[in-house]
């Protein structure tokens, strides 16, 4: 939540501020603004909405250019989203400036103790507290910069990952980061910050993750100091080499990421299982488990920490490790999970799954579990997030950046990952026949050509589209491995249509949302698996005696509810566990057109972030 992104160095630092701020737009779009030191003097330009509305308000401007600048794209907090309460702020001299990714939480007691000092407040936010903090502080102390932020951030509870800079100090940007991320590329005697690495991708390849509690003092043609926040420790940092290309980050010809990252599912399954799944020997190869497997084959228990989609695989996961590998599952929200004192024994695996690897909550639920003893797993998209710093072992999804704000192919890529773990554990424990395992790594390894059948589906689903692009409300039914799909197919549809929806496993229906039933309201269900064939065609027909009308998703080749349904789409038949695979992909086209029919903000939908960085 909220994008941070700065510059130090020879080169005008307006464009590479403002392109930086496009990439990190993911992040929030409430609002964007821009600081800039310039000969002396500090131009600043903030503004409502997003980065293309401060772009026309600066291109007004005749000059707006200097060699150090800092960059904010909002997620509002605080205040609401307005040109006011927009980043950077400034403190009562106009001296320093700062953007803010984070949550100061007891922001209203410094507040009122600045108050009290003679601080004046402009804004509604917790950033305009922070900026005033540290320079009240610089003031009493007579200290530099960066004693005076450090000094400022022990006084500080909540999260930040925070650029500031000081008029007085035109060669340098102090940055710090607790519980948000933050990373500094480092060019040829330049120095570029962002929330991830993306904004500096077209300038550096080398980069420096800043750890949780650390801070950076980065001077322009000087050495940059690294320390903790807490003490006066000095920190070596290394310097990470980047491997992710330019064209990643761009649509390539799409019309929104969304679009491009479904279709780019089979490519990204091909990733995950690059490796990992050789299909001739029978082996699966994953070092994180492989390292770890006596934890792992002495577990009594996993549990699944997640949010969001995250949880959604996870939940697909519960069905996978306890049918295949025969081991006990919780799948917990992180946010409840945190708070509700779990009992964590020390022989139980926590697997976090997170595409960002920064989401609060579940960087909170691995804490709390690592604290008791736990082993914890991490399945993380982004590498070198906080999340996947944290955990003890863990596998990258590989999935590649995700950009478009509803998760799409980070969900195929957990789902491969936990998939390979749990038929790993089955063969290590013993507990499944040759002939099984062989069908199950069979399957797996066939199942990008299906999922890109499934996208042959494509037209027929826009069709499908603009007949219900008006329900208000929408019902998603499935059962099994096939009920989490059903939560997924809503979830996607509520983001990004703001269409009302639900899912349920299919027999709950008739305990309750059977009353809502009517011919204004679709039931999308998914009607797939064997085991539940018959019993899902008795839920399809008590919808269509209420008039409710019916899309199935089916396999190709179903005759009985292909009949009486309104609309079916045929995917490849595949095993029990692994039609999430080929029953999920019709369900994110068909989220995906409605709302471009509606024309609404795809990538960017409404009060959403990507990565929730806050709880
Ligand atoms: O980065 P994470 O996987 O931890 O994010 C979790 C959720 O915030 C995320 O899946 C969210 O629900 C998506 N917008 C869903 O499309």
Request: hydrophobic residues 40%; aromatic residues 8%; contains cysteine.
């Amino acid at each position: 939540m909220c994008g941070i992104v700065g510059y130090i160095g020879s080169k005008d630092a307006y464009p590479i501020i403002l392109n930086g701020l496009k990439r990190l737009e993911y992040r929030g779009y409430d609002s964007a603004g821009i600081c800039l030191y310039n000969n002396g003097k500090i131009a600043s330009k903030k503004s409502k909405g997003q980065i293309s509305k401060l772009e026309k308000k600066i291109s007004k401007l005749k000059s707006f250019s200097g060699f150090m600048g800092i960059g904010h794209t909002r997620w509002a907090t605080h205040g609401e989203p307005n040109d006011n309460n927009s980043h950077p702020h400034s403190s009562n001299s106009n001296e320093l400036h700062i953007v803010h990714n984070g949550i100061i939480e007891n922001y209203s007691s410094l507040k009122k103790e600045l108050v009290d000092k003679g601080f004046v407040f402009y804004t509604d936010t917790d950033t305009e507290v922070l900026v005033n903090l540290i320079e009240y502080i610089q003031l009493k102390e007579k200290i530099k910069l960066g004693e005076a932020v450090q000094l400022a951030l022990n006084y500080v509870v909540g999260a930040y990952a925070i650029a500031v800079i000081d008029i007085k100090k035109p060669d340098e940007i102090v940055v710090a980061r607790l519980g948000s991320p933050l990373c500094i590329g480092i060019g040829d005697d330049e120095y570029f910050i962002g929330s991830d690495v993306t904004p500096f991708l077209d300038h550096t390849k080398n980069v420096i993750y800043l750890n949780d509690g650390e801070m950076a003092i980065i001077r322009n043609h000087k050495q940059t100091q690294y320390r903790k926040i807490k003490d006066d420790s000095f920190t070596n940092p290394t310097v990470e080499k980047l491997e992710i290309d330019l064209a990643k980050i761009q649509k390539g010809g799409f019309d929104h990421f969304m679009l491009k990252e479904i279709y780019e599912q089979p490519k990204a399954v091909i990733d995950t299982l690059r490796g990992r799944l050789k299909t001739k020997s029978g082996i699966i190869k994953m070092s994180g488990v492989d390292d770890y497997i006596d934890k792992f084959l002495a577990a009594n228990k996993i549990t699944i920490v997640a949010c969001g989609t995250s949880w959604h695989a996870g939940l697909i996961a519960e069905y996978m490790f306890e049918k295949i590998a025969k081991i006990p599952v919780e799948v917990e929200y992180a946010s409840e999970f945190r708070y509700r004192n779990p009992v964590i024994n020390k022989s139980d695996i926590i697997i976090a799954i997170s595409q960002s690897g920064e989401t609060a909550d579940t960087l909170a639920a691995i804490k709390l579990a690592k604290s008791s003893g736990a082993f914890v797993y991490g399945i993380c998209n982004v590498v070198g997030s906080t999340i996947s710093r944290e955990t003890d072992a863990g596998s990258y999804t590989h999935a590649g950046p995700e950009i478009g704000v509803a998760s799409t192919k980070a969900f195929t890529t957990q789902m491969t990952v936990l998939y390979l773990i749990a038929v790993k554990l089955s063969k290590s424990k013993g507990v499944i026949s040759s002939k099984k395992y062989r069908e199950y790594i069979y399957e797996l390894s066939s199942i990008e050509k299906k999922i890109t059948k499934v996208l042959g589906t494509d037209n027929k689903v826009k069709k499908i589209a603009n007949k219900i692009k008006n329900s208000t409300n929408c019902l998603y039914l499935g059962r099994g491995y096939n009920f989490p799909v059903a939560l997924e197919g809503a979830l996607k549809l509520k983001e990004i249509s703001y269409i009302h929806a639900e899912g349920y496993p299919a027999a709950e229906m008739k305990h309750g949302p059977i009353a809502l039933i009517d011919k204004n309201m679709p039931s999308i269900v998914i009607a797939t698996n064997k085991l539940y064939y018959d019993k899902i065609l008795s839920n399809i027909q008590e919808i269509k005696s209420r008039k409710g009308k019916i899309i199935a998703i089916v396999f190709e080749g179903d005759k009985e509810i292909s009949k009486i349904a309104d609309e079916t789409i045929e995917v490849p038949e595949t095993i029990a566990a692994l039609t999430p695979f080929v029953t999920t992909i019709p369900l994110q086209l068909l989220a995906y057109h409605i709302a471009v029919k509606l024309g609404k903000n795809v990538d960017q939908p409404r009060n959403l972030a990507k990565s929730v960085t806050v709880e």
